[in-house]
């Protein structure tokens, strides 16, 4: 039985990983201060035996000073010890103010890092996105690889690459730590994750599924006209994260895209979730614009492939109804 140490468990990621990791006999002691998630995520794991839930915040002194004691206590009857950090704010309203993504996403994780070194983990995988890749997110040659230089609009630009330049130190952060032999792990630049779970319509997804269900129409921004995007599961996010964590020789502090190939318009993300929800040809208005927002992002992920077995296997229409019956739940 392997011990998983997991902060933002009620986000999408972490709440998938803390029922298929529980599911399988493993221990799971996971946190959240629900700032963008409810314990309605995680209510179905919260009588497992294998779940301790904590309401702590990542930047809480006492709060991970009492995690830590707890990771002592239980770590000895366990074969690994592995933790996961998906707290993050990814709201793209937060994006453009750095002080709301910075404590959590870069502090944060800097210290949930060191955590887990003092404990003497054995793994840690970062959980990073796709932002980082800004304004050079896609390529014809099958989309942006990891290895791929980064071009990011600046200070000048927009506000918006705060987020994204946080979350590229914490690969530093991570592939330093690796470099001096202090723990094992790696960084995952996750593409649009979505979930049946998610139960505030702030991503693209859920705003478009209830607009549609409470009005009939949605609204949009302008830049919603030309965008494109891929959409992963939260099921296949997991499962990354979960391969990446079993594979002993992709640890070695570099970084992963985990994202599927299947690009779709927003227009006709629209027609989509209308198609689930019994509505034709749905409204669309236009209202707004975002700066420095990507017109297409598309991700390489044949590096993860190579290394490990994984590959998404919730296609988005399949997603998109998972979605909609969990609604009318």
């Not at 002691?29 to 995680?42: C, E, H, L, M």
């Amino acid at each position: 039985m392997n011990l998983y140490v997991i902060s933002g468990v009620a986000g999408m990621t972490g709440n998938e990983l803390a029922r298929r990791l529980t599911a399988s006999g493993d221990r799971v002691i996971g946190f959240d201060n629900f700032f963008a998630s409810s314990v309605r995520t995680i209510e179905d794991v919260l009588s497992n035996t294998n779940f301790v839930f904590y309401e702590y915040d990542l930047n809480n002194e006492a709060q991970m000073e009492s995690l830590k004691q707890e990771i002592f206590k239980h770590k000895k009857s366990c074969e690994k010890l592995i933790y996961i950090n998906c707290a993050a704010v990814v709201h793209t309203e937060h994006f453009y103010y750095v002080n709301r993504t910075f404590e959590t996403n870069v502090i944060g994780m800097k210290k949930f890092l060191e955590q887990a070194i003092e404990v003497e983990a054995n793994v840690y995988i970062n959980c990073s996105t796709s932002e980082v890749y800004s304004m050079n997110s896609w390529n014809s040659d099958g989309g942006v690889s990891e290895s791929d230089y980064i071009t990011m609009a600046n200070a000048e630009h927009s506000q918006r690459t705060s987020y994204a330049t946080g979350k590229l130190l914490t690969e530093f952060f991570m592939k330093d730590a690796v470099a001096e032999h202090k723990i094992k792990g790696c960084s995952i630049r996750f593409a649009n994750v979505y979930s049946k779970n998610e139960l505030y319509p702030k991503h693209i997804i859920p705003h478009i599924i209830n607009e549609l269900r409470n009005k009939g129409c949605v609204e949009l921004l302008e830049n919603s006209k030309v965008n494109k995007r891929t959409f992963l599961h939260n099921e296949d996010s997991c499962a990354a994260v979960i391969a990446l964590a079993e594979t002993d020789s992709a640890l070695d502090g570099s970084v992963y895209n985990v994202a599927t190939d299947e690009e779709i318009s927003i227009i006709d993300l629209v027609k989509l979730c209308g198609e689930k929800l019994g509505i034709t040809d749905p409204e669309i208005m236009f209202e707004g614009y975002r700066e420095s927002d990507p017109e297409r992002r598309v991700l390489s992920t044949q590096k993860i492939r190579t290394r490990t077995n994984w590959i998404p296997k919730i296609t988005l229409s399949q997603g998109i109804e998972m979605c909609v019956k969990e609604l009318e739940h």
